[in-house]
């Protein structure tokens, strides 16, 4: 599975979005193409078209779940789906709805994608969480009511979640982490999505990561792989969006991320079953245990 530094192996994608509008099995047909094996599909939000009612939700997690298995049957390869309602959603409809019925909806929304989960459809709610651009402190302070309300219902069910939230270095970390323990949800099964690269625990908390593997990303988690015990993978959190072609990365970039982290390591004399083993852990291994 590892030749000369080159790994033939899974390789899955943690967080991508699709649309039939724009790329979509094309997009997948890239990612095959250069080793993609599995990807975790995230429902895609329309904020041009914000849901009224918690009908829309319905329509449109509905056709996430089509998406994928339409994937799963062009193209062989592994897919689970992630459904939940944006935290943008949330926000921008506060100025519209009041934060009482935003709430409401938002709460609506978490609960049916819970009972998707619970039903197989879904394996993770996502991506649910809190502005990740300046708001007022009362809207701020809701935010956070709101996603301690939403995990608690996360931990009542089991269901593991990909979480949309700030980059502000080891303070959203240590905040995601205080949330957590009063939600009582299982430590691996809360995940970062959009995560940067620093892997050290005494950056993450032990909370799990969806890295955004963007360049250089690489590097910095070759220089602090072996301070990590907690549970990671890629991910590129394409939009699938014509009007921003390769955003936020391009479907190529996991499996040319996973070669680029191999070839690294077999430089650095990781020995080969070193190498497999973290192969196996990022793309298969423990996406069967979060998920």
């Known amino acids: 599975m590892l030749e000369d530094g080159f790994w033939h192996g899974e390789i899955m994608d943690q967080h991508i979005h699709l649309d039939r509008k724009n790329r979509y099995l094309d997009a997948i047909n890239e990612f095959v193409n250069v080793g993609g094996t599995a990807i975790n599909l995230v429902h895609k939000p329309d904020f041009n078209n914000l849901p009224r009612k918690i009908e829309d939700y319905k329509i449109a997690y509905l056709n996430t779940i089509n998406m994928g298995n339409e994937v799963r049957n062009t193209f062989e390869i592994d897919v689970v789906i992630t459904l939940g309602p944006h935290p943008v959603s949330w926000e921008?409809?506060?100025?519209?709805?009041?934060?009482?019925?935003?709430?409401?909806?938002?709460?609506?929304?978490?609960?049916?994608?819970?009972?998707?989960i619970s039903d197989g459809d879904a394996v993770c709610l996502g991506e649910v969480?809190?502005?990740?651009?300046?708001?007022?402190?009362?809207?701020?302070?809701?935010?956070n009511?709101?996603?301690?309300?939403?995990?608690?219902?996360?931990?009542e069910e089991?269901?593991?979640?990909?979480?949309?939230?700030?980059?502000?270095?080891?303070?959203?970390?240590?905040?995601?982490?205080?949330?957590?323990?009063?939600?009582?949800?299982?430590?691996?099964?809360?995940?970062?999505?959009?995560?940067?690269?620093?892997?050290?625990?005494?950056?993450?908390?032990?909370?799990?990561?969806?890295?955004?593997?963007?360049?250089?990303?690489?590097?910095t988690i070759i220089k602090t792989l072996e301070k990590s015990d907690s549970i990671w993978g890629m991910e590129t959190d394409f939009l699938d969006d014509l009007n921003r072609p390769g955003a936020v990365l391009g479907p190529k970039t996991v499996p040319k991320r996973t070669q680029e982290l191999c070839r690294k390591m077999w430089e650095l004399d990781y020995s080969d079953n070193e190498i497999i083993s973290l192969m196996k852990n990022i793309h298969s291994k423990w996406p069967?245990?979060?998920y």
């Open 145 to 155: 009511e709101l996603l301690l309300q939403i995990m608690e219902n996360s931990a």
């Open 288 to 290: 069967k245990e979060i």
């Open 158 to 219: 089991g269901a593991s979640i990909q979480l949309h939230v700030e980059d502000n270095g080891k303070k959203t970390y240590s905040e995601i982490e205080e949330l957590r323990k009063k939600s009582k949800m299982v430590k691996k099964k809360v995940i970062r999505h959009f995560a940067p690269p620093n892997l050290d625990s005494n950056f993450t908390n032990g909370i799990s990561s969806s890295i955004s593997v963007g360049r250089g990303s690489i590097e």
């Open 92 to 116: 921008k409809q506060v100025k519209t709805m009041g934060y009482e019925r935003s709430t409401e909806l938002h709460l609506e929304a978490v609960n049916l994608a819970l009972e998707y």
């Open 129 to 143: 969480g809190r502005p990740h651009y300046p708001v007022n402190n009362q809207t701020w302070n809701k935010a």
